[in-house]
């Protein structure tokens, strides 16, 4: 099918996930933590059924360079159960370090890109891409390669990755991770995607979240975002008003919690008298 040319490369482009993240509110921790798992969990059966090969982790998959071990356990185990081969670009949270990538033991089908550009050639094309490392990320001349080229590097269009690499690059597609608000641009001939975090830590993380599915053929890039399925925070507004009986009151309050479903964490913000 149309799904599996194997001139295209296509694949899931996430980042973020901070899936170890200690929380400011106790009572949600739980909650969150659980939600990150199965944001991830979500991923690999979206890619199982659309029969997608790759999944890109531009990023801070954990919270800090020696992540939590049942966090990691539980991620890592998943990832090495499923058909799929895993593409991680470590983040200033989770950085390459000398003894490897958090010290973990990574799954044969979880490849850790290095300190300098390397490439991991694919039917299509090639992802290449870097770690963060020693405090930053090297965007060094990129490795040549034929067929499709999609970079996979962890910063900020701007703060840390020049424009003017980015138009020389030769890219087709640059993923990236670092900010948890997503945003896509095109810059030169280059398609540079931020997925945002799929996992919401918190009030300031507020609405939905994603991942990206993106099909990268002959220099053409298609990509669309897929909603995560998993903890959301929300805040409400809720009006009130001085002829509002003690019931009135309730029902408001009532109604603005259940626009959200009961996995979510709503804050109600009420104003008037």
């Keep these: 099918g149309a799904g599996e040319r194997e001139s295209d490369m296509r694949f899931i482009h996430t980042a973020d996930l901070h899936l170890d993240a200690p929380m400011t509110g106790q009572r949600y921790r739980g909650k969150v933590r659980r939600s990150?798992?199965?944001?991830?969990?979500?991923?690999?059966?979206?890619?199982?059924?659309q029969k997608i090969k790759f999944i890109v982790i531009a990023g801070d998959l954990f919270d800090s360079p020696t992540p939590e071990?049942?966090?990691?356990?539980?991620a890592f185990e998943m990832m090495r159960q499923a058909p799929i081969q895993f593409l991680i670009a470590a983040g200033n949270h989770d950085p390459l370090t000398e003894t490897g990538y958090c010290g973990?033991?990574?799954?044969?089908?979880?490849?850790?890109?290095?300190?300098?550009?390397?490439?991991?050639?694919?039917?299509g094309g090639a992802f290449i891409g870097a770690?963060?490392?020693?405090?930053?990320?090297?965007?060094?001349?990129?490795?040549?390669?034929?067929?499709?080229?999609?970079?996979?590097?962890?910063?900020?269009?701007g703060a840390d990755i020049a424009k003017e690499w980015i138009e020389q690059s030769g890219l087709d597609y640059l993923a990236l991770g670092h900010i948890h608000k997503g945003y896509q641009k095109k810059i030169g001939h280059t398609h540079c995607a931020m997925p945002g975090s799929p996992a919401a830590h918190g009030f300031d993380e507020c609405g939905n979240r994603f991942f990206l599915d993106v099909r990268v053929e002959k220099g053409t890039v298609e990509c669309v975002s897929v909603p995560c399925e998993g903890s959301l925070f929300f805040e409400e507004t809720v009006a009130l008003s001085e002829e509002d009986s003690a019931s009135e009151v309730l029902g408001k309050l009532m109604l603005a919690g259940q626009r959200?479903?009961?996995?979510?964490?709503?804050?109600l913000r009420v104003t008037g008298h």
């Design 69 to 74: 071990g049942t966090a990691a356990g539980a």
């Design 131 to 157: 770690s963060f490392y020693g405090g930053g990320v090297c965007y060094q001349e990129l490795p040549p390669c034929t067929g499709s080229r999609v970079g996979v590097f962890h910063g900020d269009i």
């Design 36 to 49: 990150a798992l199965s944001v991830l969990a979500g991923m690999i059966q979206y890619a199982q059924m």
């Design 260 to 267: 959200h479903s009961e996995q979510d964490v709503v804050r």
């Design 104 to 123: 973990l033991k990574i799954p044969d089908n979880v490849y850790v890109f290095g300190k300098t550009p390397e490439i991991f050639a694919v039917p």
